[in-house]
DNA sequence: TCCTAGCCTTTACC
DNA sequence: AGGTAAAGGCTAG
């Protein structure tokens, strides 16, 4: 398929936003639902095996106006260092189930040990599938994680985060919640709703907002986007809130919601690409 | 409303 | 080699 806009494959698949995706040789693997399959980029071109085209589209973002995008949140020069150097990263559209468990194991880990623990629970509680001569996993349903035991999830490495994964897979089975449906609903009120599952706070809904239920506006803040706030945009806070955040660590609810209200009040309808790109420029460039 | 301690495991770095 | 801190927070009190 020739690209008719800009788009980074790699960018996008390094970003943070997604764990599952390998890279064996020229190929990226992955598993979206039920389906597993391969794409490559060779410049202006994408090859892909395993989904049709409008799949391909519509998962790595591919109709968002990337150019109108990036021209919407490039407000100032430091965050137009970050929009060239990444330029092409997309904000890929996840699977709102898979994305929400993921971010909840993804509290005080690294990457590499949040990639170890879902492809564990892939391959224990997931179906197997044949591809290219390998054997893949898909991510577990919410009734296959709500019938897994507490020990059976920790051997997967979740320690205290087996329990809520548990308890979110059993709400949402139990209750028949459809996540997607949280698209049809305004930001705010869909993270109302998120954060009332067991171990989805303010930054794991905003993630789960942003990587799957299309909300551009969503402004995770984790340790990344509040260091990057301090350094640059701290002109825009108040100078109180500013001297209590870089005594501390961890944000209160309160500090979490003024700094991501700043995010959306000054980066736009679009914060949320605003965030991608200058969380990945602090991670990669400092 | 804000703050603190505790939760578990893996990785990176000394 | 073995120890220790840090790693993309949330909950209860």
Redesign the pocket.
């Known amino acids: 398929m020739h690209l008719e806009a800009s788009f980074d494959l790699d960018f996008s698949l390094c970003?943070?936003?997604v764990?599952r995706w390998k890279k064996i040789g020229e190929w990226w693997y992955g598993v979206v639902g039920a389906k597993v399959f391969k794409i490559q980029q060779v410049d202006d071109d994408l090859y892909f095996q395993g989904v049709g085209e409008a799949f391909v589209k519509n998962y790595f973002g591919l109709n968002d106006d990337l150019k109108q995008i990036s021209s919407s949140v490039d407000k100032d020069a430091y965050i137009r260092k970050a929009l060239r150097r990444f330029e092409g990263l997309r904000i890929v559209r996840q699977d709102p189930w898979e994305c929400l468990i993921s971010?909840?194991c993804?509290?005080?880990?690294?990457?590499?040990?949040?990639?170890?623990?879902l492809r564990k629970l892939s391959s224990s509680f997931g179906e197997k599938k044949r591809f290219d001569e390998m054997d893949f996993y898909t991510f577990p349903s919410p009734e296959k994680l709500a019938s897994a035991t507490i020990a059976g999830l920790?051997e997967?490495?979740?320690?205290?985060?087996?329990?809520?994964v548990q308890a979110t897979a059993k709400k949402i089975f139990e209750e028949k919640i459809e996540l997607e449906t949280f698209k049809n609903r305004p930001y705010l009120e869909a993270r109302r709703l998120l954060?009332e599952?067991?171990?989805?706070?303010?930054?794991?809904?905003?993630?789960a907002l942003l990587?799957s239920l299309e909300k551009m506006e969503s402004f995770?803040v984790?340790?990344?986007v509040k260091r990057v706030v301090l350094n640059h945009y701290a002109d825009h806070l108040p100078g109180v809130l500013v001297k209590?955040l870089s005594t501390?660590?961890?944000?209160?609810?309160?500090?979490?919601?003024k700094i991501n209200d700043f995010g959306r009040n000054y980066f736009g309808p679009y914060a949320g690409y605003a965030q991608?790109y200058l969380?990945?420029y602090e991670?990669t460039e400092h």
């Open positions: 970003c943070g936003q764990f971010f909840i993804a509290t005080c880990k690294n990457i590499a040990a949040i990639e170890l623990m920790k997967c490495g979740l320690g205290y985060r087996a329990k809520y954060v599952f067991p171990g989805v706070g303010l930054k794991v809904a905003d993630c990587f995770p984790d340790v990344w209590k501390r660590d961890s944000l209160s609810s309160g500090e979490y919601k991608e969380y990945h991670r």
